[in-house]
């Protein structure tokens, strides 16, 4: 890539100061983490400000990252649609294997500014918890890791890689013993040890500043895939950018760098799960409302009384009842499209890129890239369309195995 | 003035201190929350916080959590609580408040929270995830509508911060002993003597101590500095207990729990 990538962490008209996205995002959280979250806020700032900081995060990024990753032609995929070019922005091939390390470096060189000695996290499918643990490895913090249980049994090879990077498991045996329970524990662990600890929070989730902070951090997907993209295709930018959405990091940070740019079609991807039922999908942009959860106002699948559902996702990284802020921004302004993609769907999406382009997808990235040949497939062939191809799927391998009745 | 605004104006006027127990609604069953709170008023307790159980708490320790989950295991809903206090209103006559999520009362609508509180006979509301500065429509509407909302205050919140909380809080306000979650602890930090004095110089808005609380000797410790003090996971944890066949036991130890931390409180000067 010899295009030059915008050096600062890109400046967005969104958040404003109290961290609202227009009505989304905010702060609703225990007074005791005001303090905290204060701080963050301050030294963020004053990060985003110093070129040492972004120096010293870019060169970690293309070391130790390998960054950029590349912007890949997936010819026979293309092929089989017979829509529009269908390329993929392939953050499997970083360190760990998917987009979190962008961010948990990112935090972590911000905990050692804060001169705080103590990293928490949560994880649902392992690969911000494999990311939070690397980074903390790399910089010699100690790490805790919070994960649910059902998490933990879907998710082991990461569950073992966390471990061997030094990382502490908890395992969460409330409620649906998933993300969202992982969450609840990890902001608790917070409450009481925030003097001397940060919590790395792995998406674009949670009280201001988390939502913004992790968009930055991982919008350097999205300025690299412009720049390339800009090469690729003679100077212009893609038509359509396709991302799936959990909490929506990795599609948070394809989406911001090409807000601006009406001409590109912004489309994420939500976990369909087995239907449009209640508690068997993880649709919160579709069919939820919203309202107030983990510490921000966005759309969330809730009941009457404002409990939170049960959602459903094969996925567990998609397997969560909310998300970003700016995802609901995004949404209710018009910016970027939300659809659905079933577990099926993606099932067997994951077979075509693995038949088709030998690559093995994360279960999440495969929604992505179901309804990315659904959308290129009623383009035109001399359009582009990227696919943040969000993750890889080795540790999807065993939990493919159990769906599919194979021994393992 | 509420009646909580009342009660605080009498007690202060006789030199005495509050206990403010707290018990989730719904667990193992409203009735038996009902029955709680009758208990309590014949007691003498100054006012009693009822908690409305989520599905996803962060400021809760892992009792009053569990207590949470029982309930929703149960099938708590809302209304029903608003029903049951109702049903009661003739036979509890001190104050009570709810202690419920932003979440929830959002969903609901803020407005409708506060008038269908009111119905029901709660005073006010405690909302530990609402902070000051998403707290103005909030906090207006229940000005308007003489219902209190109570906020938090932690040993982490700068001294300015505490007077502007101090400023959009009624009713009392309540300080948060540790920087933690809720929980029984033996050891208390020595500096919350201090912060919470400090903090009554600055507000005629009363204070009360919560999170931690659950022996006689904390109560002489803190009883003299705070205006109140709360009591909840020594009281969730003895509900943990109840069933359908111990019910009168459970109630009874409860009663004694809380008449022994009556006494200690009401000697304190």
Redesign the interface.
């Known amino acids: 890539m010899s295009g030059t990538l915008p050096k600062a962490l890109s400046p967005q008209s969104v958040p404003d100061s109290?961290g609202r996205f227009g009505s989304f995002g905010?702060?609703?959280?225990?007074?005791?983490l005001?303090?905290?979250l204060d701080e963050l806020v301050a030294e963020y700032d004053k990060a985003k400000a110093d070129p040492s900081f972004q120096e010293e995060l870019d060169g970690l990024w293309k070391t130790f990252v390998g960054r950029p990753s590349p912007l890949y032609f997936a010819r026979r995929l293309t092929e089989s649609c017979g829509g529009a070019q269908i390329w993929l922005k392939r953050e499997d091939l970083n360190h760990t294997g998917a987009h979190k390390i962008n961010n948990t470096l990112g935090q972590a060189l911000l905990t050692l500014r804060m001169g705080k000695t103590r990293v928490i996290a949560e994880t649902g499918a392992g690969q911000h918890g494999v990311a939070t643990a690397t980074a903390c490895a790399h910089f010699g913090l100690p790490c805790v890791v919070y994960m649910g249980a059902e998490d933990i049994r879907r998710q082991k090879p990461n569950v073992f890689a966390m471990k061997l990077l030094g990382a502490e498991i908890r395992a969460v045996e409330?409620?649906s013993r998933t993300l969202?329970d992982a969450v609840?524990e990890a902001?608790?662990d917070w409450?009481?040890s925030?003097?001397d600890t940060h919590y790395i929070i792995g998406s674009v989730i949670g009280p201001h500043p988390f939502p913004m902070m992790v968009r930055d951090f991982q919008s350097v997907i999205g300025r690299e895939a412009r720049v390339q993209s800009l090469e690729a295709f003679d100077g212009k930018l893609p038509d359509c950018v396709v991302a799936c959405v959990g909490g929506g990091s990795n599609a948070a940070g394809i989406f911001a760098p090409f807000v601006a740019d009406d001409t590109v079609r912004l489309v994420g991807v939500e976990a369909g799960g087995r239907s449009s039922e209640p508690g068997q999908h993880a649709s919160p942009l579709t069919f939820g409302r919203p309202?107030?959860?983990?510490?921000s106002?966005s759309y969330?699948m809730?009941d009457?009384?404002?409990?939170?559902c049960d959602v459903h996702s094969m996925s567990a990284g998609l397997d969560y009842p909310g998300v970003g802020p700016e995802h609901s921004y995004w949404k209710d302004t018009g910016r970027a499209e939300y659809i659905q993609c079933r577990d099926d769907e993606a099932m067997k999406a994951f077979d075509m890129l693995a038949k088709s382009e030998g690559i093995l997808p994360a279960l999440e990235s495969s929604h992505a890239i179901a309804k990315g040949m659904e959308v290129a497939g009623k383009m035109s062939p001399d359009q582009n369309l990227v696919i943040c191809l969000s993750g890889r799927g080795d540790k999807d391998a065993m939990e493919l195995a159990r769906l599919r009745g194979e021994e393992w | 003035m509420s009646l909580l605004d009342e009660t605080f104006a009498k007690l202060r006027s006789e030199g005495r201190k509050a206990l403010l127990p707290f018990i989730t609604a719904g667990d193992p069953d409203l009735d038996f929350t009902g029955d709680l709170l009758k208990d309590f008023g014949k007691a003498g307790v100054a006012a009693c916080e009822v908690g409305v159980p989520?599905?996803?708490?962060?400021?809760?320790?892992p009792v009053i959590?569990?207590s949470y989950?029982r309930a929703?295991e149960s099938g708590f809903?809302?209304q029903q609580l608003f029903e049951m206090r109702k049903r009661i209103a003739a036979k509890v006559t001190i104050p009570t408040l709810t202690m419920a999520?932003?979440?929830?009362?959002?969903?609901?609508g803020l407005e409708r929270y506060i008038e269908q509180s009111q119905e029901a006979g709660f005073c006010g509301a405690i909302v530990?995830?609402?902070?000051v500065?998403?707290a103005a429509e909030f906090s207006k509407l229940c000005a308007d509508r003489d219902f209190n909302l109570i906020?938090?205050?932690?040993p982490?919140?700068?001294r300015e911060?505490q007077v502007r909380?101090a400023e959009s809080s009624s009713g009392f306000l309540y300080f948060?002993s540790v920087?933690?979650?809720t929980g029984e602890r033996n050891e208390l930090p020595p500096q919350l003597i201090d912060n919470v004095g400090w903090l009554r110089e600055q507000t005629d808005v009363p204070v009360c101590i919560g999170f931690g609380i659950s022996q006689p000797e904390h109560v002489a410790k803190l009883g003299p500095v705070a205006d109140g003090l709360i009591v909840g996971s020594a009281i969730v944890r003895r509900i943990a207990q109840a069933n359908a066949e111990n019910r009168g036991e459970v109630r009874g130890e409860i009663d004694r729990y809380v008449r022994e931390m009556l006494a200690a409180i009401n000697a304190v000067k």
């Open positions: 109290a905010g702060r609703f959280v225990p007074e005791t005001t303090r905290a409330s409620g969202r609840n902001m608790r409450m009481s925030v003097e309202g107030v959860l983990h510490g106002y969330v809730q009457d009384d404002g409990q939170t | 989520y599905s996803d708490p962060v400021a809760d320790g959590q569990a989950q929703l809903r809302l999520s932003y979440a929830i009362i959002y969903r609901v530990p995830d609402l902070l500065e998403e906020q938090l205050v932690t982490t919140t700068p911060r909380i948060v920087t933690g979650i």
